[in-house]
């Protein structure tokens, strides 16, 4: 599961591209209670969604014009450039070299070799989230791929995750977790995105997902908010139960009531 210890390639930070940031707040604020915080002009509309003033992910405006409003999971590193280099290496691309943001940490931005996008965060004064893994905060991060095998490759390449297939139906789910931890340090997992779902028009994306206390009331409180609904509350034995949203503008995230711990 997720914490704030923070190893290397293990989530660290998650932020909202926007194309009305207004809106996105009034929206997550309704939904999951959070409260907003401005990092002030100098920060370009960038700001923190907070949960009794601690931080649970960030929001800022679009890149440019043509950007799509999403989510962006960061991965933990302990060396922006290097994990670029490695990236480069693997056959990602990056979208953003490394820079840094004023004294809080070094970040970069890449797409990996099926088209998935994600960051890399290298603290400095920021260490990352303040809470994951706990209600209304990231609990889980999935990579949706339209090529899995080659997906698990380039992240085994760059950061050397640990990985655990596990049974899914007819397919296999495969577990990720950070190097050298163990089982109970798993973060997320990759999954192939099937026929259906590519015929869409869905690409390789990576969805976060935010614990709460009941799916159904979040989906129902969610649609009156004007979002859709992606895939319906599923049960899943073992894990919980779960559904995946796109918020008012199109960007994509999960919601999950966990099961409870086996005794």
Known sequence: MLNTDFRPGSPVWLDLSSPDTRASVDFYTALFGWTFDSAGPEAGGYGFFQLDGRTVAALGPLADEA???GWTLYFATQDADRTTELVQKAGGSVRFAPFDVFTAGRMAGFTDPTGA???VWQPHDTRGLDLVNEEVSLCWAE????????ARAFYRAVFDWQERDVPFGEAFYTVLT??????EDAHGGIVQL???RTARGTGSHWLPYFEVPNVDASLAIAGRLG???RIPATDVHGVG???QLLDPHGAAFAVITSAAPAA
């Open 67 to 69: 950007a799509l409003p």
């Open 178 to 183: 950070p190097a050298g931890g163990g089982t």
């Open 194 to 196: 099937g026929p259906e």
């Open 117 to 119: 996008e994600f960051a």
């Open 143 to 150: 990579c949706y791929s339209v090529d899995a095998e080659r």
């Open 241 to 243: 139960r779960l559904a």
């Open 227 to 229: 979002a859709t609904v």
